[in-house]
């Protein structure tokens, strides 16, 4: 598994570690899609802590779980973003389209 | 530093080749004592280059990538990434923010990015004959450099 998944009271949380780029894209999302549809979440909050580097290929793939998101009912945040995700997040003006959570336990990135 | 300094490196447009090309241009760009910002920045703007050319130039093949990387005067960083690919009919549209050829998997987001990490981009491309994608960066912000 390229990303981990905890589940508890109508919240998803999953932890994507490592790199996050064109190579790695395709997988990740497709991870995180089939939690989504396992656990159907009002929630789910992407735990980036464990994120070394991200491209603008992950940026489709956050907007792409976001509207898997939305398709479900629920809604899609980002949580512990590091500095480098963030000024591309910044860069691409996303951090306007999907809110931001508060930092939280590193429980998911485990 | 004085003189100039200038690696070439030629690798197939295999994406596992992505992480490869960013740590070498931030192994290269080490000697110019940058932050941590800068180098995630030069990472960011590296990986978008050669992203590009393997998403949109060889779309059905596999073709090579040459990546040049240059310390001029004055701390600049130059980053050169060139492909013989499909090229770029119309640049000053590819360079429009959210505009993409690649449908969902893709933002429209690499150019924009490229320009805001470094301080001047130069696309010069032939439709048929490839894309050659200039970037450079002036490093600054650590003192202590002779
Ligand atoms: N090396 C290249 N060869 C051919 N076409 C290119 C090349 N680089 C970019 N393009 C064209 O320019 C468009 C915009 O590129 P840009 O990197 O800004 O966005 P993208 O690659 O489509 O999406 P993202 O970078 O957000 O994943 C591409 O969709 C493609 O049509
Ligand atoms: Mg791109």
Do not use: W
């Not at chain 1, 009271?9 to 790695?24: F, M, S, Y």
């Not at chain 1, 395709?26 to 899609?33: G, N, P, S, V, Y």
């Not at chain 2, 949109?56 to 013989?84: F, Q």
């Amino acid at each position: 598994m390229d990303i981990s998944a905890v589940y508890s009271a109508g919240r998803l949380l999953i932890g994507v570690k490592g790199e996050l780029d064109q190579h790695r894209a395709r997988q990740i999302k497709a991870q995180a899609e089939e939690q989504m549809d396992v656990f159907l979440p009002k929630e789910c909050a992407l735990d980036l802590s464990g994120l070394r580097f991200m491209d603008s290929s992950g940026i489709a793939v956050i907007l792409a779980l976001r509207k898997r998101m939305e398709e479900l009912g629920g809604r899609l945040i980002l949580v512990n973003i590091p500095q480098q995700p963030m000024r591309v997040l910044e860069a691409a003006g996303i951090e306007r389209l999907v809110p931001i959570g508060v930092r939280i336990g590193e429980e998911a990135a485990q | 530093m004085n003189g100039e300094n200038v690696v070439k490196i030629e690798f197939p447009s295999r994406s596992s080749n992505e992480a490869y090309a960013r740590a070498a241009a931030a192994a290269f760009a080490a000697q110019l004592d940058p932050t941590m910002d800068e180098l995630g920045d030069i990472r960011t703007a590296v990986s978008e280059a050669v992203t590009n050319c393997i998403v949109h130039a060889y779309p059905d093949e596999i073709g090579p990538i040459y990546l040049r990387l240059r310390i001029l005067s004055g701390n600049v960083l130059e980053i050169s990434v060139k492909d013989h690919g499909r090229g770029i009919e119309d640049i000053a549209k590819a360079r429009e923010p959210l505009f993409t050829t690649g449908g969902e998997e893709r933002s429209g987001m690499g150019f924009t990015i490229m320009e805001s990490f470094t301080d001047t981009l130069r696309v010069r491309s032939r439709p048929g004959k490839g894309t050659t994608v200039t970037m450079q960066r002036k490093i600054r912000s650590r003192g202590g450099r002779s």
